[in-house]
C-alpha cells in the first residue's frame, strides 16, 4: 500500500505564501500521477493541481499563476507551493497518489487511488 502524509498547513493572512508538502511512504512503485485536492466546510472536495510521472502539470483555474506543483522523486515527496493566497483558499488540503488514465496496471495496489489525512490551511483577511 501507499501512504500519504501531508504536512506544512497553517494560518496566513491574505496575500501570504505556504509550502504544503506530501510525503510517501510504503510501497512507492506504482507510476501514478500526484495530486492537490482541497475542501472547504460545506463544499466538495475540489481539484487543485497534479503532476504526473513525467513532470507535466495541470492546475485549477482558480489558482494559476498562485501555485505551483512540484516533486522530489528521490524524496518520494510532492510539494504545492502557494502565493498570494486569498481567503477563498481557506480549506483543508489533501494529497492524492492515482492511476494514471490509459494506463494498465499489473499489481492490483497501484490500481487504487490513495489519500493523506489532509493539512488545513486557514487564510485570514
Known amino acids: 500500500q501507499v501512504q500519504l502524509v501531508e504536512s506544512g498547513g497553517g494560518s496566513v493572512q491574505a496575500g501570504g505564501s505556504l509550502t504544503l508538502s506530501c510525503a510517501a511512504s510504503g510501497y512507492t512503485g506504482c507510476r501514478h500521477d500526484r495530486s492537490w485536492y482541497r475542501q472547504a466546510p460545506g463544499k466538495e472536495r475540489e481539484f487543485v493541481s497534479s503532476?504526473?510521472?513525467?513532470?507535466?502539470?495541470t492546475y485549477a483555474d482558480s489558482v494559476k499563476a498562485r501555485f505551483t506543483i512540484s516533486q522530489d522523486n528521490a524524496k518520494n515527496t510532492v510539494y504545492l507551493q502557494m502565493h498570494s493566497l486569498k481567503p477563498e483558499d481557506t480549506a483543508m488540503y489533501y494529497c492524492k497518489s492515482g492511476p494514471l488514465p490509459g494506463i494498465y496496471y499489473a499489481l492490483a495496489r497501484c490500481r487504487n487511488n490513495y489519500w493523506g489525512q489532509g493539512t488545513q490551511v486557514t487564510v485570514s483577511s
Open positions: 503532476i504526473d510521472s513525467d513532470g507535466t502539470t
